[in-house]
Structure formats: structure tokens, C-alpha cells
């Protein structure tokens, strides 16, 4: 009989949400209590900050364009569906997705390429936001009196990017594409917004690891949805022997 049943959210990964999303309400709480009382006047703060989110970006774009790098670290062939026998290794993939229906939304086709939804989504927007830490960081761009709307805006396009996988309506590969983007681009504007309203190193770095922990969280919210999808699979092609 098919499976129907997905698989649970593990206990570590509700504590990754838990924390991202207690997270993203922190950066509100403190672009709207703390403007300017945390000032720590160090002078090489804002190129600092810059060097090593842009650095992120630098990486996030890299791995994501390449989609063999993604593979290894997701390692979906053996992984998917609790497979540990190498069931699935003969399964073609296609933007380090198998080739199976149940995979069309996460997946674009470009100039006849196969490409990640996601990957593709994020290494836009980190190009986006490598710009934006350019004009920012380095630059003479500022929200002034503004960095609340900035949070907010870069609140909302995380939580949406940060849950797209357990999200309903993103079940075309262009809707997780912008979710992507969104997540991208949002952490941006949350550090962007912090710095401005902030000017703390200290709280800086804590939102960049941040950040770092909400791509983690992603990552393991997108393991689950593949899970999800090879739990409930009934192809012939690649269902299980037990």
C-alpha cells in the first residue's frame, strides 16, 4: 500500500524553528528599544560587519553554483527516504534532485539547464545582498530614521524563505526560487537595520550567526520536505524493498 504518512518533525528541528523565529522577533524588539542607547563607538565596526557577511555571500554563492557541492553536502542520493542501501543510487538526478515527478517544484529549467529552485533563488539574492553590503557597509547608503521598516520587511522575507518548505503555496519551482531570494535578501536588511539603529560589533556578530542559523534551519526544514516526498512516494522506479 502507498505511504501516506510524512515523516515527524524531530525535536531538534522544532528547536531550530523555535530559535530562528524567536530570532527574527529579537531583531524587531531591538531596532525598536535599543536605537542608539547600545552605541559601542568602535570605528572599524561597519567594514568589519561588511568583510564577514559579505564573505557569507561570497560562500552561499559559490555552493550554490554548484550543485554537485550541494549533493555532497546534502547527500541525497543515500539519504532520501531513510534509504542506507544504496536503493536510490541508480535514480537519475537533476539539479541535485531525482528525476521523479514528486520533484518538479524544486526544480527551474534554464537555456535547457536543470537547475535548483532554492540554490538558484539564494545565489541571487546573496549577489543581491553582496551588493547591498557594498553600498551599506562600505558606501554611504543608510536607513535613517527608517530602520524599522527595514526590519520588518527583512523579518517577513526570511520567515517566508526560512519556511517555504512547510509553507502551502510554493509548489512551483519559481515560488521557491523568490522564497529564496527572499531569504537571501532579508538577512541583509535584518543586519543592515540592526547596525543602523544599533552600531553594536557585539550584536553585529550575533545576528550574523544568526543568519547562519537560519540557513541551517532551512537546510534541515528542506531534508524533512524531501523525506516528506519520498515517504509518500508510490513510483515503482525507486520505492523501497523491505
Known amino acids: 500500500m502507498p505511504k501516506t504518512k510524512s515523516p515527524p518533525l524531530e525535536p531538534s528541528l522544532m528547536f531550530l524553528i523555535f530559535v530562528s523565529l524567536f530570532g527574527l522577533a529579537l531583531s524587531i ?32 554563492i559559490f555552493a550554490s553554483i554548484y550543485p554537485s557541492s550541494c549533493s555532497r553536502i546534502f547527500d541525497y542520493e543515500k539519504t532520501m527516504s531513510g534509504d542506507q542501501n544504496g536503493i536510490l543510487q541508480d535514480i537519475n538526478i537533476r539539479g541535485h534532485h531525482p528525476r521523479c515527478k514528486n520533484y518538479s517544484a524544486h526544480i527551474l529549467q534554464a537555456n535547457g539547464r536543470t537547475l535548483c529552485a532554492t540554490c538558484s533563488g539564494f545565489s541571487l ?30 523579518a517577513c ?43 553594536n560589533t557585539s550584536i553585529d556578530i550575533f545576528f550574523i550567526l544568526l543568519s547562519v542559523l537560519w540557513l541551517v534551519t532551512d537546510t534541515a526544514l528542506s531534508r524533512w520536505d524531501h523525506q516528506r516526498i519520498c515517504s509518500n512516494c508510490t513510483s515503482q522506479s525507486c520505492a523501497r524493498k523491505d
Open 157 to 199: 522575507a526570511v520567515f517566508i524563505g526560512l519556511l517555504h518548505s512547510i509553507l502551502p503555496g510554493f509548489r512551483v519551482g519559481f515560488s521557491r526560487f523568490i522564497a529564496s531570494v527572499f531569504f537571501a535578501t532579508g538577512s541583509f536588511l535584518i543586519l543592515a537595520s540592526v547596525e543602523d539603529a544599533l552600531r
Open 125 to 154: 539574492g546573496a549577489t543581491i545582498s553582496l551588493t547591498g553590503v557594498g553600498l551599506f557597509f562600505f558606501g554611504p547608503i543608510s536607513f535613517g530614521t527608517k530602520p524599522l521598516v527595514a526590519v520588518i520587511i527583512g
Open 29 to 60: 524588539v531591538f531596532v525598536i528599544t535599543s536605537r542608539g542607547t547600545l552605541s559601542d563607538g568602535f570605528g572599524l565596526r561597519k567594514p568589519l560587519v561588511g568583510l564577514v557577511f559579505g564573505t557569507l555571500c561570497l560562500l552561499g
